[in-house]
C-alpha cells in the first residue's frame, strides 16, 4: 500500500514563497506523483504532476509560479511554490499512481494534505 506524507505547509504573505514536501513509501514500482489543492468551497484542482521519467505538467494559474521537482530519492518530491497570491489558498495535497496520469483527479493513492495560506 503507497503511503504518502505532506509537509510544509504554513502561512505567508502575498509575494512570498513556500516549499512543500511529499515523501511516498510502500512501493517497489515507478510512481508517476501529483499536486493538487482544494480551493475554499470548491473541488480538487490539479496543480503539478511530475512522471516518473521527471516529464512535469503545471496547471496555467501556477505557470512560472510554481515548480515540482524529485528531491534526490525517488519518493520524494517537493513543490517550490513562488510569487504566493491570496488566491493560492488551499488545502494542498500530494497524490502518486502507477499510471501516469498527469492532472486528472483519478490517482489512486492521497497524503492527508497540508494547508497553505497566503494574506
Known amino acids: 500500500q503507497v503511503q504518502l506524507v505532506e509537509s510544509g505547509g504554513g502561512s505567508v504573505q502575498a509575494g512570498g514563497s513556500l516549499k512543500l514536501s511529499c515523501v511516498a513509501s510502500?512501493?517497489?514500482?515507478?510512481?508517476?506523483m501529483a499536486w493538487f489543492r482544494r480551493l475554499p468551497g470548491q473541488g480538487r484542482e490539479g496543480v503539478a504532476a511530475?512522471?516518473?521519467?521527471?516529464?512535469?505538467n503545471y496547471a496555467d494559474s501556477v505557470k512560472g509560479r510554481f515548480t515540482i521537482s524529485r528531491d534526490g530519492a525517488k519518493n520524494v518530491i517537493v513543490l517550490q511554490m513562488g510569487s504566493l497570491k491570496p488566491e493560492d489558498t488551499a488545502m494542498y495535497y500530494c497524490?502518486?499512481?502507477?499510471?501516469?496520469?498527469?492532472?486528472?483527479?483519478?490517482?489512486?493513492?492521497w497524503g492527508q494534505g497540508t494547508q497553505v495560506t497566503v494574506s
Open positions: 497524490a502518486a499512481d502507477f499510471v501516469n496520469k498527469q492532472l486528472a483527479r483519478s490517482y489512486d493513492y
Open positions: 510502500g512501493y517497489t514500482l515507478p510512481l508517476h
Open positions: 511530475i512522471a516518473g521519467d521527471g516529464r512535469t
